[in-house]
């Protein structure tokens, strides 16, 4: 039952242009919502998370945008630039039955800049 | 800045071998993660700790066990390895930030385990 799901697999932009990566999810108990990066051979790495009480966060060339009644989010990226090519994940915060935090991750989509 | 350690990069097992992935972390993060990641299927959370000797199954731990004997180090054992458990593996950190939520994970590089 794959909670938070990332529709496409790969994606291809031509540098300088907009980047959207979207990622949907089934469980309305996630209250934060986060995109991670990964590089090959490397773990993945915090790049930008949004609350679910609010709609839209931006830091830099990253936005990230939710809609709750949609149960989607998705992830800006203004301009692309080509180290920006790497895998991105969705994922979703829930609280576990004892009261912890844990992180759900989606599928993860490829992203590739073209110069 | 944080860091994240897996003891192995690449790991070759055998068939019902008993595998030990560790991982240490030099923050004081309360909380450690193991999770796995497959192609087409993203990363699976198999276990997590959030105090000394103190675990919580993830999504799929059937065949794994975890040991958290101090504080910053958080061990994977797979009791009797499969040819289904060959995946990257990777080990993450955060802090307890209790109701509010800034406290990002912290991962390691990875180990990539095969198991033959």
Known sequence: DQQVKQNSPSLSVQEGRISILNCDYTNSMFDYFLWYKKYPAEGPTFLISISSIKDKNEDGRFTVFLNKSAKHLSLHIVPSQPGDSAVYFCAARAISNFGNEKLTFGTGTRLTIIP | ?116
């Open chain 2, 1 to 116: 800045d944080v860091k994240v350690t897996q003891s192995s990069r690449y790991l070759v097992k055998r068939t019902g071998e008993k595998v030990f992935l560790e991982c240490v972390q030099d923050m004081d993060h309360e909380n450690m993660f193991w999770y796995r990641q497959d192609p087409g299927l993203g990363l699976r959370l198999i276990y997590f700790s959030y105090d000394v000797k103190m675990k919580e199954k993830g999504d799929i731990p059937e065949g794994y066990s975890v040991s958290r004997e101090k504080k910053e180090r958080f061990s994977l054992i797979l009791e009797s390895a499969s040819t289904n458990q060959t995946s990257m593996y990777l080990c993450a950190s955060s802090s307890w930030t209790g109701s509010s939520y800034n406290s990002p994970l912290h991962f390691g590089n990875g180990t990539r385990l095969t198991v033959t």
